[in-house]
């Protein structure tokens, strides 16, 4: 279940990443959804929020790792933590009813999700590997800054193309 709510939760944020494309939504012809479930916008969304959100988890292992080896120094351990974490981003379902009723304070709300989703994290974190408050926010402090680092380095990539 856990890889199937990560794939599930990375399709809506492709969903929603697709819809703020310019070119995507301006044609709202209902024969046109084929048309539009093709399209390669789609699929390179998908890419790249698997891409970002790889990061992100590789951010926090990195740290907790750095941090704490101890704490990640078998397999299990790693799996039980990234379970914890892609079972923890269930707050990104949040994004279907965003995007279906969406209205003036959607940034507002997709914010919150974010805010959301990273509180849960840190929980997941916490809870996992019992730790005290202050190293989980800084493992996810740190994943965010891989997560910005990706993002701004794509930008760059498909600026440059």
């Given at each position: 279940i856990h890889g199937k709510l990560c794939v599930f939760c990375l399709l809506c944020e492709a969903y929603l990443r697709w819809l703020q494309l310019q070119d995507s939504s301006q044609n709202t012809d209902p024969d046109d959804l084929i048309r539009y479930a093709k399209e390669w916008d789609f699929y390179r969304m998908f890419g790249i929020a698997s891409?970002?959100?790889?990061?992100?988890?590789?951010?926090?292992?990195?740290?907790?790792?750095?941090?704490?080896?101890?704490?990640?120094?078998?397999?299990?351990?790693?799996?039980?933590?990234?379970?914890?974490?892609?079972?923890?981003?269930?707050?990104?379902?949040?994004?279907?009813?965003?995007?279906?009723?969406?209205?003036?304070?959607?940034?507002?709300?997709?914010?919150?999700?974010?805010?959301?989703?990273?509180?849960?994290?840190?929980?997941?974190?916490?809870?996992?590997?019992?730790?005290?408050?202050?190293?989980?926010?800084?493992?996810?402090?740190?994943?965010?800054?891989?997560e910005n680092g990706v993002v701004c380095l794509v930008q760059k990539l498909r600026w440059d193309v």
């Open positions: 891409l970002e959100q790889t990061s992100f988890l590789v951010g926090i292992f990195i740290t907790l790792w750095w941090m704490r080896p101890q704490m990640l120094k078998t397999k299990s351990d790693c799996i039980l933590l990234l379970k914890a974490l892609l079972l923890s981003s269930y707050g990104k379902l949040l994004l279907i009813p965003a995007v279906i009723w969406e209205h003036d304070y959607t940034p507002l709300c997709l914010a919150f999700i974010k805010v959301f989703v990273l509180i849960s994290n840190s929980q997941a974190i916490r809870v996992t590997l019992n730790l005290n408050r202050i190293l989980p926010w800084l493992a996810i402090f740190f994943g965010l800054i891989l």
